[in-house]
């Protein structure tokens, strides 16, 4: 019998798979074998339902979607024949009348384990139960003589005692596929659920994270290790696709990683700007755009969709316009075109006084008697709302709509209007967020941008008070309270779900408080008919935050 070895190299494979592309992520499993195998790899730790992507969702209920995907890694299997890396990948298994998320093994030209996820999540972003089974208690896989434990992903961050079971049965390191969305501070989350592990068994923690944007979600990378004395061993980079070779010794105490990257982890708004252009450009080019148009305003809000735009995809495949009306100000052009000139994207202007006025024309006899308000402020956004569009429909652009969430979460959108379009990049961000997010951007250029360096945001649409223009005068305090005292009432509705009371103890009037909440609630139907966006706070609208259109509730206290 051969002696199990001292040494293991793990390729970690932190890659940007898509949802239903088998025969491409196949390749992308292929690419990274024989990347690793080049490298001197042992093994190739893949991520979680790496071939079918992730999350699946409802193709899981296709039987035709999980015999592909076995297919696929029944392919792979056999290139292991050649006695290169073995591989542990991400796979949707039907055994039986059941489905499971589960990993297999694969040497020697064959599939030589398989093992189901036991903890399947059903909270927030995560819908599991509704189409997976749950899987027995897994012991651990023999890898050349090494035993493996091979948890996944909600397998170490619940409570079942998933990773327990495996030290207990012999497992000698933890190799962890993951499929775990970003949100703001999720790093140090991952990093102390695999603390938590490392002691609960006295293994060590291998974590391998997905990569990409998929749909709202957006997978930022950053696999780590953590050795038995509790230690980072092992970090790679966040928002950036790559294989890394994790190097493992077998020492008297078992097992510890002592050779691997040690990448930069990004403060806060790098990490969130970089969420931000990975999610809108992955969602732009997996779902076959060739470009994207938006309507430049002169404000802040386009202001900074335009320049993630232009670091996502080019400046080649983005397209501002400009819709001047009466209400308009000089400023607000000179501030569009001065943003699109540093960003160095096209950049047009289409006025709308026509096709305003001629609405406004067919309407007279209707609208007769009655006083101008709301509605002849809606039909301006409704007119660049449908320009845009059929500038999206002529040229094949998607049209990216920027309200961020603090105008979502009280309803100052339009339907129809300004919330047109296929893709929100800034769905997710608080306005005074917006602001530090612009700020960052202009003194820093993101790895991977494709933009310009330097600033990108005129000042002045920084310093200018932020206004729909669409009457006379307008700014948007004449409707909302300031953007510091909104947003913190906002994040303590809907991030902390805290009650009245509590927030007017942090010195919030009362019947302010109220009156936030009362538009919060009302604008439930405008969020379930609004664009996709980026997830990046722990409780995004959609996935996260699910409340009835139909509502009466009122915290009264």
Known sequence: MNQAPDILRVAVAQLNPIVGDIAGNLALAREARADAARHGADLVLFTELFISGYP????????????ACELAVQELAADTADGGPGMVIGVPLARGDRRYNSVMVLDGGKVTAERHKVDLPNYGEFDEKRVFHSGPMPGPVDYRGIRLGLPICEDIWGDLGVCETLAESGAELLLVPNGSPYYRGKIDVRHQVAIRQVIETDLPVLYANQLGGQDELV?????????????LAFQMSQFEEQVSI????RGEEGWYCDDGPMSRIPDVEEADYRACMLGLRDYVNKNGFKSVVLGLSGGIDSAICAALAVDALGEERVHCVMLPYTYTSEDSLTDAQDCARLLGCRYDVVPIFKPVDGFMDSLSDLFEGTNEGVTEENLQSRTRGTILMAISNKFGSMVVTTGNKSEMSVGYATLYGDMNGGFNPIKDIYKMQVYALARWRNEHTPPGALGPTGMVIPQNIIDKVPSAELRPDQTDQDTLPPYPVLDDILECLVENEMAVDEIVARGHDRELVHRIEHLLYVAEYKRRQSAPGVKITRRNFGRDRRYPITNRFRDRT
């Open 56 to 67: 699946p969702e409802d193709l899981i209920m296709k039987p035709a979607f999980l015999r």
């Open 219 to 231: 997978f930022d990378g950053a696999s780590f290790a953590f050795n038995v004395d509790r230690k």
């Open 246 to 249: 994790a190097t493992w010794r």
